[in-house]
């Protein structure tokens, strides 16, 4: 009998045990060699439960030889993060503390901001972990003192190889298509493949065998088709996407559907609001606003009944007239900033905070367009060297005609 659970018992203590994460941990990687300097930085882990956030953090404090604490978002207090700060003043933890902070997410602002000072002052090294995108859900000033580095679903080969090594310290066998297709249950979450091998434990007959016919009895089929560990997720993506920008409602709604039958609601949300700007934008602008309330609704209500709003601003962003003209006008001043073009911001608009009688001698001459007919007159904005840039492109829409139609008729 197993009296700990079998992902505590197996849990890796060094990073060549790690499995996943390879984009992290591979041997020329600079996340890697950070590590093995013993100089940890503040970090921040996030992406899906199960791909090691909390090993890893238990293998830096380790290698590095600080104190390791650790607290939960769901129920830590204010209270309990002072009583960790007042331990670095402890002899015992005279080489440092580490604080591992899982689901910092739920964390208020006052919470987060106590933090702060110590953090800063380097009194604490801060590990914190969330499985939402940090940069919606962590206070900007502790985000910025933190280097954020994503955790990915585990692919269906390296969980196969944290199952050998299970299989092989429980002294079992296991057939070759059982082992595939526990691994492809798991969604890539090591520690639900190991949850499941667990519960497989107690089946297993006299000759130690897990059978094919015993895993098919365990795992989720509807789960298993959709497949997030693997290559079929980002397909599903891709095919949601492409779907609403071909307007096609059909499909939009079949992969839709799909991805909300295997539990993925936040990939499907942010799917819909990504398409509402880049696909639809500027041909129907009032989308994005209605694709974020039904969006915010379905998170609010939860699988089943998220699927309402999600199939509304489905069909609406699919049946929608399409403009990429933001999509393209930002991606062509990204690409001269990456080519170190507009460096210096025109005379006329830098923070100067009063013109006035000083105007001349300052050399601002910022005109005020509110003072002038049709509140707009010429003055150049962009730097010297792409004063002449064009990045905005009307399209052939009814809204972008219309705004070209009045601009035209202003500027000249």
């Not at 041997?27 to 996030?46: A, G, Q, T």
């Not at 539990?263 to 700007?277: E, F, M, N, P, T």
Request: proline letters at 4%.
């Amino acid at each position: 009998m197993i009296n700990k659970p079998l992902a505590d018992i197996l849990r890796p203590t060094s990073l060549e045990e790690m499995v996943g994460q390879t984009h992290l941990l591979g041997k020329d990687s600079l996340f890697r060699k950070v590590i093995e300097s013993k100089k940890v930085p503040n970090m921040i882990f996030y992406g899906p439960a199960g791909t090691g956030k909390t090993t890893m953090a238990n293998i830096i404090a380790h290698q590095s030889n600080l104190s390791l604490f650790k607290l939960n978002g769901t129920n830590a207090s204010t209270e309990d993060i002072k009583k960790v700060i007042l331990e670095t003043r402890s002899i015992l933890n005279s080489n440092g503390v580490l604080l591992y902070l899982d689901e910092i997410q739920y964390l208020n602002k006052k919470q987060q901001q106590s933090l702060l000072e110590f953090v800063e002052n380097g009194d604490i090294t801060l590990i914190a972990s969330t499985t939402e995108n940090p940069y919606f859900y962590i206070y900007p000033a502790l985000l910025s003192r933190c280097n954020v580095f994503e955790f990915k679903a585990i692919t269906k080969e390296e969980i196969k190889k944290g199952l050998v090594r299970a299989i092989s310290y429980l002294k079992l066998e296991i057939e070759d298509e059982a082992l595939d297709l526990l691994a492809l249950a798991s969604n890539g979450d090591m520690r639900k493949s190991l949850n499941n091998l667990e519960f497989l434990v107690s089946g297993v007959k006299e000759d130690n065998r897990i059978t094919l016919e015993m895993v098919n009895q365990l795992v989720d089929k509807a789960n298993i088709s959709y497949d997030r560990s693997e290559d079929k997720h980002f397909d599903n993506l891709s095919a949601l996407m492409k779907s609403l920008r071909g307007s096609d409602p059909d499909a939009a709604i079949f992969y839709l559907a799909k991805m909300l039958e295997a539990g993925d609601l936040v990939a499907a949300a942010r799917r819909l609001l990504c398409s509402a700007s880049e696909d639809v934008g500027l041909a129907y602008p009032s989308i994005i606003p209605i694709v974020k309330a039904c969006v915010d609704t379905a998170l609010q209500l939860g699988l089943p009944e998220a699927r309402l709003p999600l199939s509304n601003a489905a069909i609406l962003i699919a049946t929608a007239p399409k403009s990429n003209s933001a999509y393209l006008a930002m991606d062509a001043a990204i690409s001269d900033i990456n080519k170190g073009k507009g460096i210096n911001v025109p005379r006329t608009l830098q923070n100067t905070h009063y013109d006035g009688d000083e105007a001349k001698i300052k050399g601002q001459h910022y005109k005020y367009p509110h003072d002038y007919p049709h509140h707009y007159v010429k003055q150049q904005y962009l730097p010297d060297d792409i004063k002449d840039a064009k990045y905005y492109i009307y399209q052939d829409n009814k809204y972008e005609q219309t705004l070209k139609e009045y601009w035209d008729k202003v500027k000249k």
